[in-house]
T-cell receptor
Framework: DGGITQSPKYLFRKEGQNVTLSCEQN?????MYWYRQDPGQGLRLIYY???????QKGDIAEGYSVSREKKESFPLTVTSAQKNPTAFYLC?????????????FGPGTRLTVL | AQSVSQHNHHVILSEAASLELGCNYS??????LFWYVQYPGQHLQLLLK??????LVKGIKGFEAEFIKSKFSFNLRKPSVQWSDTAEYFC????????????FGSGTRLQVQP
């Protein structure tokens, strides 16, 4: 069953802690993306990767870091430098072949900072 | 940089009413346009997309959207909504240049009353 999995579904963090959100895809897609969703603000791009071992900052990369060591995995670390990390985080993937690509989304991780 | 505006933040309709959700983008060049939908508890999924050809595009579940280049608009329509259309709808744009990642609007929450 092809798709994108994200774990955990809910994550609680104390202030000052780093946390890592997992994103795995078995769609054989080259491109992967991380978005942050806040009420009334839509989705904002954090980081994206067009190919393994390469990634680019999106619109709101400050306080976040990523790695892309494997094609199927694109973990996101929310660092203590992120001032307001409580949000819903969505991972997506696409073939990366064209600007017309459809992006496929995972179920999301809801992060709450206590 | 491109931006997307969705002016209707919350729409409430009765079943069988007609729907039109507005979407305007700001970008002077060639764009690819998308509507995504997020049903309660489900993944964000593609509703329809436009990249060339007939400016009236049809998507899943009876939705359609019309690209009007002169107005920088890509409004979503459905002639008769159902209770199951209750969801959040996002318009997104991906210009034919630069990064291959979507820029989303703030979303419209549609509530259909039975």
């Amino acid at each position: 069953d092809g798709g994108i999995t994200q774990s955990p579904k809910y994550l609680f963090r104390k202030e000052g802690q780093n946390v890592t959100l997992s994103c795995e895809q078995n769609l054989n897609h080259d491109a992967m993306y991380w978005y942050r969703q806040d009420p009334g603000q839509g989705l904002r791009l954090i980081y994206y990767s067009q190919i393994v071992n390469d990634f680019q900052k999106g619109d709101i990369a400050e306080g976040y870091s990523v790695s892309r060591e494997k094609k199927e995995s694109f973990p996101l670390t929310v660092t203590s430098a992120q001032k307001n990390p409580t949000a819903f985080y969505l991972c997506a993937s696409s073939t990366g072949e064209a600007f017309t690509d459809t992006q496929y989304f995972g179920p999301g991780t809801r992060l709450t900072v206590l | 940089a491109q931006s997307v505006s969705q002016h209707n933040h919350h729409v409430i309709l009765s079943e069988a009413a007609s729907l039109e959700l507005g979407c305007n983008y700001s970008y002077g060049g060639t764009v690819n346009l998308f509507w995504y939908v997020q049903y309660p508890g489900q993944h964000l999924q593609l509703l329809l997309k436009y990249f060339s050809g007939d400016p009236l595009v049809k998507g899943i579940k009876g939705f359609e959207a019309e690209f009007i280049k002169s107005k920088f608009s890509f409004n979503l329509r459905k002639p008769s909504v159902q209770w199951s259309d209750t969801a959040e709808y996002f318009c997104a744009v991906n210009p034919d240049t630069g990064r291959r990642a979507l820029t989303f609007g703030s979303g419209t929450r549609l509530q259909v009353q039975p």
